[in-house]
């Protein structure tokens, strides 16, 4: 039987009528036990795990937009634990741990799909140094492989092994890092948390805060009304500062554009995901075929989701270093997220100095991969009042007391005074 293109169109869109939307679009209450401002990723698993775990379902989740339409829907989706500090790498194994049950957890294609991750070198300082971070993370028992340069072509035998400038080594490989698909993570979030009761709240977006006479916040103001609560969760990645402002909070960080690009869709060329050594530089292939990169961050200050050509050809230049074939490809999209940069590179999950009010910040590069571990440990800060036990590093006042936890490049390098 022959079908006009017409008629399949008809047929396909036919087939797609009466969906339903996956969690209740909620519209705020007088008050809730707990408020989280931000519908991303870590705000929609802070007030799962908070449901799930702690049994706490009087919880109200406000976002501005709508849900994946912040940095959740704009990064490049890779997921790891190949740290090298004891700060932060109990914190992002656990992460993985949790990764590697979310789909069942959730009950949800979140299209986690673990297959790799290879951060090369290029040098024998860079190899001492990436020996030192395997050891770090073995000892902590997650899974990493030092590779000479044989290993390394096994995996990936379409690099450039004889740059002149950049001749790669080898490379330290976490097998168990990989990738996931991002809006599939906050739908699976959201969709949960909405089943146990949370209200999602879309096009809700935060004006101030309320106070008491001690000048403690017992809830939020909105474009939705006033929504009083005991207490008051941030997650807001890159908005962060400007939110804490609205508290009279200064908080250490800075916002910068990061942008990634998507590629045409190719045939299956990169196994798993590939890190350039000498330059900041990685990519995999998305499902559906296109080359998924990224880079540096923009160098100014910007709360815009859009980045600069300096940066564009930066990153594309370090593509072309590590395998030139990228060069024949076709841009398809690029886009930018804002990444709130800490000083020291990693995250903070604290409570403020002011009563009421709990900050989950600073994320940096870092913030798909700890979108898990991240909504657990928030969700036990606010729930029990203390730190979880992978996240007692991630202290607001570390930056003042020395406790900082450096991971070498990985932050911006605010100028703060």
């Not at 994946?68 to 790891?80: D, E, F, K, M």
């Not at 035998?157 to 790669?168: C, S, Y």
């Not at 060329?269 to 080359?291: C, E, M, N, R």
Request: with cysteine; proline share 4%.
């Amino acid at each position: 039987m022959r079908y006009s293109i017409l008629s399949l169109a008809t047929k396909a869109l036919g087939a797609n009528r009466g969906w339903k939307p996956v969690w209740r679009d909620a519209s705020p209450a007088e008050a809730y036990d707990i408020v989280v401002v931000g519908g991303g990723g870590h705000g929609l698993a802070t007030a799962y795990y908070l449901a799930k775990v702690h049994g706490i379902r009087r919880v109200a989740v406000i976002e501005q937009g709508w849900i994946g339409g912040g940095n959740a829907g704009r990064n490049t989706t890779i997921i790891r634990s190949n740290y090298g500090l004891p700060g932060n790498e109990p914190f992002y194994e656990w992460s993985m741990k949790l990764w590697e049950g979310l789909e069942q957890d959730l009950n949800y294609n979140a299209m986690v799909s673990q297959r790799g991750v290879l951060n090369l070198y290029h040098s024998d300082g860079q190899r001492d140094a990436f020996a030192r971070r395997g050891n770090a993370m073995r000892l902590h028992g997650v899974d990493a492989e030092l590779l000479d340069r044989d290993g390394v072509r096994k995996l990936a035998p379409f690099l450039a092994f004889d740059n002149a400038r950049f001749p790669i080594q080898g490379g330290l490989y976490q097998a168990r890092g990989g990738t996931a698909r991002h809006d599939a993570v906050v739908w699976g979030y959201a969709r949960a948390a909405s089943a146990l009761g949370v209200d999602i709240i879309q096009n809700c977006a935060l004006t101030g805060f309320l106070r008491d006479g001690s000048d403690a916040i017992v809830g939020v103001q909105t474009t939705r009304g006033a929504i009083r609560a005991s207490k008051v969760g941030v997650a807001v990645a890159g908005n962060s500062s400007r939110v804490a402002a609205m508290a009279g909070l200064r908080l250490p960080i800075e916002s910068h554009v990061l942008q990634a690009f998507v590629s045409e869709g190719l045939k299956p060329v990169i196994p798993g995901v590939v890190t350039f050594g000498a330059g900041h530089f990685y990519v995999s292939q998305s499902d559906k075929g296109g080359l998924v990169f990224g880079g540096d961050i923009d160098g100014y200050n910007s709360y815009a989701q859009r980045g600069n050509m300096p940066v564009v050809e930066d990153v594309c230049e370090g593509g072309m270093a590590l395998m030139p074939m990228i060069g024949r490809a076709r841009l398809l999209r690029s886009w930018g997220g804002i990444m709130d940069m800490s000083m020291d590179g990693s995250p903070i999950i604290d409570i403020a100095q002011i009563p009421g009010l709990y900050l989950n910040a600073g994320w940096c590069y870092g913030g798909f991969k700890a979108t898990p571990a991240s909504g657990w440990c928030f969700a036990h800060l606010l729930a029990t009042d203390t730190p979880h036990e992978t996240a007692t590093a991630y202290r607001l006042d570390r930056f003042r007391t020395g406790h900082v936890i450096d991971e070498k490049g990985v932050g911006a390098q605010p100028n703060l005074h």
